[in-house]
Structures are given as structure tokens and as C-alpha cells.
């Protein structure tokens, strides 16, 4: 499987959101909730959960670790390739 | 003014998932039942949850077996019908004794079923069999369908301020009788379960799987449910004077608008304190006088937290002689019924000595330890409070008081329920395929036509008329509209044109739409068809319920007061206004935004293929109108609605209607023709023949809300004054009067 690439993950991440911003504009380590970053809020990250699970057939269930991995699209990206090298 | 009226409760009716009446859905939640049950209406096999609360469909003698009606009308007939015996207002032949009884009546998905049912057909190219769906899919068509059988002929108002409509909707009912518009209104709400909005509070994550644990430490999510429930209001001289039993009073109606956040509440819940404040202040008592609180209480962590902060600021010591219960454990949440259903229920126990015990909370809140309601509780009060919170921010307070003996006596002969209503015109704003502005409204020519893709046939197109987003780019970056469907860009543009530079403090809105966010309920409801359950868009989902750009406006504008969203067609636009009116009336507010607005999909096109309107030369449009509205004053346009408006459904009761409509308008009045492109064509052409026509303004197609309102502003722009005729389709005919200022 390739390596999840963090321009895959931007993509993402403006469809799912809506995003208004051009996507030149977020970094890896953009802060994607909050006003400091993006602005993204629960329903956001709802949307964002079923798009890595559909896209990359990860779940992410737990509320509490979908916090830690959604804090960035490089913290994203990261928990995504940790998934790829310890799949079965 | 004159006095307000005394407002009674005179009938109840309920079916709910306990029970098909509302003895025995009373007698069974005193017993501590829950509904909860699989759910068997739909597949659900693709959701997290797969449990609701259903309702089992009482036997509705006299119906037509043939006939196929909506899931939501049988509930709405059967609890409407209830309501009306009660009050001994229904004859033997189940039909109301008298037909001029106007309805007030809330929903938030209609007959949705019939319209997922469209979109499977639609999406399969099957076309046979489509028609029979779209017959049932709108809310106005549950309203015809009461109206039909209940045997009322009156205008109807179908509010659609999801889960707080309920309450909302017995709120405007009673202000109709409050200000003596109507001495009687059976007003209510009714819902229907269905896959779409199940999916859609699923993909939310907000169901839980467990079982609905109100006002618990550990709630994790609401349980849905369905039912209809309705109450036959009256002013009180005049139920009296029938011999009517009156059951209680409506004694207070409060409601506000929460701009935190589209689908959460204010964690202070400071709009539902807003909305109790004001709903005590007009019913004249302290919270000291509530005995008992039909709470909101759908178990999802972010709403019990802001209700149970709203009810330590809104009663703050208080609280402790407080006995609180959310009857949603049991009944779950039937969203445009629940407002409804449960101010039923929180009647009951001001009459019966015990309220609804809370159901399924093991470890409560410790703000609210000991408030809850407990199976077996006694409690004895002269006012109980039932509350409600809705996506959108919807907030809505019904303050319920014992009857007293010592009735005040007549003040003066109950008002008839066929009193105009007038509104001065401050401001103008319209969005339509002709441009922005009100301007190019009355321009000559015709905007291109564009051809839209059919999703039933691929060799088709259809052509409609749209708005260019281009000229929207700003809404579209505005951080609230993110998410949001171009209805709500449309929006925000007119209303930023009628209310120019003004801030308005205070100001209420009132939205009318006939489809609403259709967009956004075809894309998130194909994904569900086409991909399956699990791939329902929590990001879409918000944004299809119908107050969501009414919600998005008002956080837009800063205004935090009345806000209603309205479903209808063209009806909906002059019932838009007399509520504007109303509210005006006695300075609840002292501006109104009154806003009409349609967004077109290839699904809608579908549908007026399906009908044959096109055949009659019939184009769909998009866009939006808006209006700013105060006080009716000499010095600028007055805008009057003379009566309410006429039902119909077959051509015959159309023409019937029609010939009522403008029976007392001068033959002399300019009126605004439409050249109707549907069935109601025949009857426009035959009941506008004696009078004076206006220049016909520019075509801009078919955009039910939205189009009545570009053709009001065109009448505006003429100077001189007009009748601009109002045709629902299968709502109601309807006209306006305009009067220029005198100078």
C-alpha cells in the first residue's frame, strides 16, 4: 500500500469540511479545531472519522483517540501510517 | 389595542408510541413503560442504533381504504380528531362542527417517507408510481389531508422550527387568540418516523444504543421517536360562553433563538432561560409557581447540560420544590411532535395530580438530584412548564395554569376569526436568476435559460432558471455558512439588502420555503441509496432541516429573539407576513425580517416534470425575497392581508376558494397576474377576468416562496397601489393589498 501522503490528506480534509481556504494555506501542523487553526467543530470531526474510515478502512472509534489523532492533518497522518505498518 | 384574550385549553388528543390515545398512553408512562423497541418501519441494518420508539396507528374509522395517506397524517388525524372530540367540537360524522377553525401546526420531516421513496424510484429511472409519492410528501399535503378530514377549511400554519416546533407551533396558536385573530385553533405537531432522519441523527453519533437515560452522569445519546399530538385552544369568554369544559389555561408562551452553534446549545442555555423568562412574565408569575416541568431532555450530553444550567439560572433556589421529568425515555424524541406531546403531558399533570416519572436515569446530574420525578410521586400545582430546544437553536417555553372558577366575565364579544392584518414596509432585498438587488426584478427580458441533467432519464435535460453564485462569493466564505446549502447564501444577500447598513436590535425573522434545502436532502440521501447507511454525511445532515438557513440567518444578523421557520408554497409567504404582523402588534418586536427562499436541484425538476406542470410551460427557479417590516404607517408602503388563506386541493374547492379570495377586492385594483404554469391556471384566469390588470412584470420563474416575494417587490416598484394574488398549490390562495405612502 502506498505511503498516505499529506496532500491526499488536505484534499480530504477541504472536500469533507467545505473548506473555503486554499488548500496552499494549511500546513501539517495547522491546528484543525479551534480559531487558531482551521475552525473545524464536532460535526467536523464526525465527517472526518468517516472519511479516514472509508478512505483508509481505519476506524476511529474511541472519541478520546479520534481527539489525539485529528489534532492536525501531520498527527493524521502519522496515526495513519502507524495503522498501515502494524496491519495485519 | 383591545385586551388580550384569555387563552383555554378546551380538547386534547394524542398517538404516541405508548398508546394511540392519551388515556392509555398516559396510563402506561404513570406505569414507568418504554417504547424502545427494534425498529421494523425501515432497514437500519447499516446504522450503530437500530432501536426507536414506534408508534402503533390507532383504527381511524371513516378514512377512504383506498387511499394511501402519509404514516404522519394518520398520526396527525387521529390526534387532531381526539383533540376536537374532547373540546365537543367533532359531529358524529367525525368531521369538526364548524369548518372555520384555523390550524397551527408543526413538523419537521412531513411525509419523508413517500419523498425517499421518490428518490429510490428517481435514482432507479423507474418513473412509474412517482406521482402518488410526491402527492404525499410535503408537509402541506399532512395539513390538506387534516384539513380534509377534520373537516376544516381554514388557513393552515405549518411551522418547521425542528424540535422546538411543537411548542412553537401551540405558541403561535394561542397568540392568534391572545390578540383575538381567531376564538378557536386546534394547533399541535406530528411526525413520522422515517430512514432519513433516523440515518441522519445516526451518522450524528447522537443515538444512543443502550436506552435514553435523561439528565444521567452517563447519557450518551437520545432515543427517536414519533407520534402527533394536538390541543383545541379558545378564547375563554367564548369557550364559556359554548358551555365548553376547559381543561386549563395557556397562560404563557415564550421562545428565542440560541446563535451558538447550529445543531448546539449554548452551554449556559441562556436562549432557553430567555424563552422560560418570557413565558412566565406574560403568564404574570415567578418560577415559584411552576410545581412541575415537562422538560426537554433528549439525553445527549451537550443538551441536558445546557438545560439543567438553564434551569438553575432561570429558578436558582427555587429548583429545590421543582419535580422535573423528560418523558423522551419513554416516548423518545418525536422532534416536530415532541413540543406537542409533551405539553399534553405536562397538562395531565396539573390536572391529575402526578406527572410522568423519569424513566432510566440511575445516576442524575447532581443540579437536578432529587427534581426527578419519581413512579408513584404526588405532586399538587396551579402552574406546570413544558420546554423544548431544536437544532437551529430553537427555544420554546408553554406555561400551563389551572382554570380558575373566578372567571374576569366578558370584556368585550370574542373576535371573529377573519381580522386582516397590516405591515408597514421598511426595507426590500431579493436574489434571483435576473441578479442581486430589487432593481433588476422589474427589468425587461428574460434570464437564460440553463439545462439541467435529469436523474431519471439520461438522454433528458431540463431547463430552469438559476441564480449566478458568483456574485455570493462573500456568503460562501462567511465561517457560519461553511457547510451551508446556497439557499442560505441567498439568504443572507436579500436579507443584507433590506436591512441596508441598520443593526436591529431585537429583530425577528420569519422564513417561509417550500422545499427548502433540497440539495442537500438529495446528496445526503442518494449517499444513503447508493453507497449505504453507514456512509450518511454527518457534515450534510444539519443543513437539510428546514430552519437550518432561517438559523444561520438569525446567528448572521445578531438576532436572538422570535425566529420561525415556515413550510408551505406561495401561502407561506403571506402567512410570513401575517405573522410578522402579529408579532408587531403589541411591540414583541419592533422590526421583522420576513424572508422567502428556494434553492433548485435536479430532484425538484423530477418533480414538476412528474406533475405536468412543465407541459404547461411551467419553468423552476431559485432565489430569494426579503422584506423589513414595522408598524403600518402612512408615510411609507402598507402591506395588507386581508384574510386568511383558503384551502384547496381539487379544482372545484380551488375555484371556490379563489371566488372567496377576492369577492371584496375593487374591481378597480390593479392586480399582479402570474399566468400560473399548473392546475391552478384554469382558475387564476377565471376568477381575475373582471378586474384590472397590471403590467405583467418579468418572468422569473417558478420559486413558490421566494417568487411570491419577487412579485410583491415588483408590485412595489410600480407606485400605485396593487393586488399581488397569492396561488398555494396545496396550501391555501391567498392575497395581498398594496397601498403606497400617502406624501
Known amino acids: ?88 | 389595542m383591545s385586551m388580550p384574550s384569555r387563552v383555554v385549553v378546551t380538547g386534547m388528543g394524542m398517538a404516541a408510541p405508548l398508546g394511540g390515545s392519551v388515556a392509555e398512553c398516559w396510563t402506561r408512562l404513570l406505569a414507568g413503560e418504554t417504547a424502545r423497541a427494534p425498529v421494523t418501519l425501515f432497514d437500519v441494518s447499516g446504522c450503530r442504533c437500530r432501536e426507536a420508539a414506534q408508534a402503533e396507528i390507532p383504527a381511524l374509522p371513516g378514512l377512504p381504504a383506498k387511499r394511501s395517506l402519509a404514516r404522519a397524517s394518520l398520526l396527525a388525524i387521529a390526534a387532531g380528531r381526539e383533540a376536537l372530540a374532547q373540546a365537543g367540537l367533532l359531529s358524529s360524522n367525525l368531521r369538526a362542527v364548524r369548518s372555520d377553525i384555523p390550524i397551527s401546526v408543526a413538523t419537521t420531516a412531513g411525509g419523508m417517507a413517500f419523498g425517499e421513496e421518490f428518490l429510490r424510484k428517481t435514482l432507479r429511472q423507474e418513473k412509474r408510481g412517482r406521482l402518488r409519492l410526491l402527492d404525499g410528501y410535503q408537509p402541506q399535503r399532512q395539513a390538506l389531508d387534516l384539513r380534509e378530514f377534520l373537516g376544516l377549511d381554514h388557513g393552515t400554519t405549518i411551522l418547521a422550527n425542528a424540535c422546538s416546533s411543537g411548542a412553537n407551533a401551540i405558541g403561535h396558536g394561542a397568540e392568534l387568540i391572545r390578540k383575538r385573530h381567531a376564538d378557536c385553533v386546534l394547533t399541535g405537531g406530528f411526525e413520522a418516523l422515517t430512514e432519513l432522519t433516523f440515518v441522519g441523527f445516526d451518522c450524528l453519533q447522537a443515538l444512543s444504543t443502550r436506552d435514553c437515560r435523561p439528565f444521567d452522569v452517563h447519557r450518551d445519546g437520545l432515543m427517536l421517536g414519533e407520534g402527533a399530538a394536538f390541543l383545541v385552544l379558545e378564547n375563554e369568554e367564548a369557550a364559556r360562553e359554548r358551555g365548553a369544559r376547559i381543561l386549563c389555561r395557556l397562560s404563557g408562551y415564550g421562545h428565542s433563538t440560541d446563535l451558538h452553534h447550529l445543531t448546539q446549545p449554548d452551554p449556559q442555555g441562556t436562549a432557553l432561560v430567555a424563552a422560560m423568562q418570557a413565558a412566565l412574565k406574560q403568564a404574570g408569575i415567578t418560577p415559584s409557581a411552576i410545581g412541575y416541568l415537562n422538560a426537554h431532555g433528549t439525553a445527549t450530553p451537550m443538551n441536558d447540560g445546557a438545560e439543567t444550567a438553564a434551569y438553575a439560572a432561570a429558578f436558582g433556589p427555587e429548583l429545590s420544590t421543582l419535580r422535573v421529568s423528560s418523558t423522551k425515555a419513554a416516548l423518545g424524541h418525536s422532534l416536530g411532535a415532541a413540543g406537542a406531546i409533551e405539553a399534553v403531558l405536562a397538562i395531565l399533570a396539573l390536572q391529575e395530580g402526578q406527572a410522568a416519572p423519569q424513566i432510566n436515569t440511575r445516576d442524575p446530574l447532581p443540579e437536578i438530584e432529587g427534581r426527578l420525578v419519581q413512579i408513584g410521586d404526588r405532586l399538587e400545582t396551579s402552574h406546570v412548564l413544558s420546554v423544548n430546544l431544536g437544532f437551529g437553536g430553537s427555544n420554546a417555553a408553554l406555561v400551563f395554569a389551572r382554570a380558575e372558577a373566578d372567571f374576569p366575565g366578558r370584556n368585550r364579544a370574542p373576535a371573529a376569526s377573519e381580522a386582516s392584518y397590516e405591515v408597514g414596509v421598511l426595507g426590500m432585498g431579493a436574489v434571483s436568476p435576473a441578479g442581486l438587488g430589487i432593481e433588476v426584478l422589474s427589468g425587461s427580458g428574460h434570464p437564460a435559460l440553463q439545462e439541467i441533467p435529469s436523474l431519471s432519464d439520461p438522454a433528458k435535460t431540463f431547463s430552469a432558471l438559476r441564480v449566478d453564485l458568483s456574485g455570493l462569493a462573500r456568503w460562501k466564505s462567511h465561517p457560519r455558512l461553511r457547510r451551508a446549502s446556497p439557499i442560505a447564501f441567498f439568504m443572507a444577500e436579500a436579507a443584507a439588502q433590506a436591512l441596508g447598513e441598520n443593526a436591529e436590535p431585537g429583530l425577528g425573522i420569519v422564513a417561509a420555503y417550500g422545499t427548502g434545502s433540497i440539495c442537500y436532502s438529495r446528496r445526503f440521501f442518494s449517499d444513503v441509496i447508493e453507497k449505504g447507511q453507514s456512509f450518511a454525511s454527518p457534515a450534510l445532515f444539519p443543513e437539510t432541516v428546514y430552519n437550518s438557513p432561517t438559523s444561520h440567518l438569525a446567528e448572521i444578523l445578531g438576532a436572538s429573539g422570535a425566529c420561525y421557520s415556515l413550510a408551505g408554497d406561495e401561502s407561506a409567504w403571506a402567512e410570513a407576513l401575517r405573522i410578522a404582523a402579529l408579532w408587531l402588534e403589541d411591540g414583541e418586536v419592533t422590526r421583522v425580517l420576513v424572508v422567502g427562499a428556494e434553492e433548485l436541484d435536479a430532484i425538484n425538476l423530477e418533480a414538476y416534470w412528474c406533475s405536468h406542470w412543465m407541459k404547461r410551460g411551467f419553468i423552476a427557479s431559485e432565489g430569494a425575497s426579503a422584506l423589513l417590516l414595522g408598524r403600518p404607517d402612512k408615510s411609507r408602503w402598507r402591506i395588507r392581508i386581508p384574510a386568511r388563506s383558503r384551502a384547496c386541493r381539487t379544482p372545484k374547492e380551488a375555484a371556490a376558494a379563489a371566488q372567496r379570495c377576492f369577492a371584496d377586492l375593487p374591481r378597480e385594483t390593479p392586480v399582479l397576474r402570474t399566468a400560473q404554469h399548473t392546475w391552478l391556471e384554469p382558475i387564476e384566469t377565471d376568477a381575475l377576468r373582471e378586474f384590472a390588470r397590471c403590467p405583467p412584470p418579468s418572468y422569473l420563474g417558478e420559486a413558490f416562496a421566494a417568487s411570491a416575494g419577487w412579485r410583491t417587490l415588483q408590485a412595489l416598484a410600480r407606485k400605485q397601489p396593487a393586488c399581488v394574488p397569492l396561488w398555494g398549490l396545496n396550501h391555501g390562495i391567498s392575497r395581498l393589498d398594496l397601498f403606497p405612502p400617502a406624501d
Not at chain 1, 488548500?23 to 475552525?39: H, N, Q, S
Open chain 1, 1 to 88: 500500500m502506498p505511503a498516505v501522503t499529506f496532500d491526499e490528506l488536505k484534499e480530504l480534509v477541504v472536500k469533507n469540511c467545505m473548506l473555503q481556504v486554499p488548500p496552499e494555506t494549511i500546513r501539517e501542523d495547522t491546528p484543525l479545531f479551534g480559531l487558531e487553526g482551521l475552525g473545524l467543530d464536532s460535526i467536523d470531526a464526525l465527517q472526518l472519522t468517516l472519511a479516514v474510515e472509508k478512505s483508509y478502512g481505519t476506524p476511529i472509534r474511541d472519541p478520546q483517540l479520534a481527539r489525539q489523532v485529528l489534532q492536525s492533518l501531520g498527527s493524521l497522518r502519522e496515526w495513519l501510517l502507524r495503522q498501515e505498518s502494524t496491519a495485519p
